[in-house]
């Protein structure tokens, strides 16, 4: 009957220590999984609003002389006055051409036809 007590009392504080620990949130990560286990990771193409607000956040810089190319459209951010620049006021812009426009992103400066929005000119800054 004394040995029943004990493996009655062992396996219930067994039972209260483990309990908290398996409680616990446990952090997923479903890479880790997918590459501990050999498996594909599935796209996931519809993010949740926090993952939209972090990558909007934290996207990479635009770097006009590099990610964009002449007969290119101008992405629709770019079309307000703020990016707008007067060519006179730089030696290095060429005179305006009809339905042409210079603007200015991240340093670069790129003249762009203003009914197409299409790339005609980029001079790095």
């Known amino acids: 009957m004394n040995t029943l007590v004990k493996a009655i009392v062992l396996s219930l504080s067994t039972a209260l220590v483990a309990a908290p620990a398996m409680a616990a949130p446990q952090e997923h990560n479903p890479q880790q999984h997918h590459q501990q286990y050999g498996h594909q990771p599935v796209q996931n193409h519809h993010k949740t609003p926090v993952q939209q607000h972090y990558n909007a956040v934290h996207k990479k810089a635009v770097n006009p002389s590099h990610d964009w190319r002449v007969g290119q459209k101008v992405p629709t951010q770019y ?36 009914m197409s929005h299409n790339i005609i000119k980029i001079i790095a800054g």
């Open 79 to 114: 079309h307000g006055q703020s990016y707008k620049v007067d060519h006179k006021k730089f030696k290095k812009l060429s005179k305006l051409g009809k339905n042409q426009q210079w603007i200015k992103v991240n340093g670069d400066y790129i003249l762009t036809n203003v």
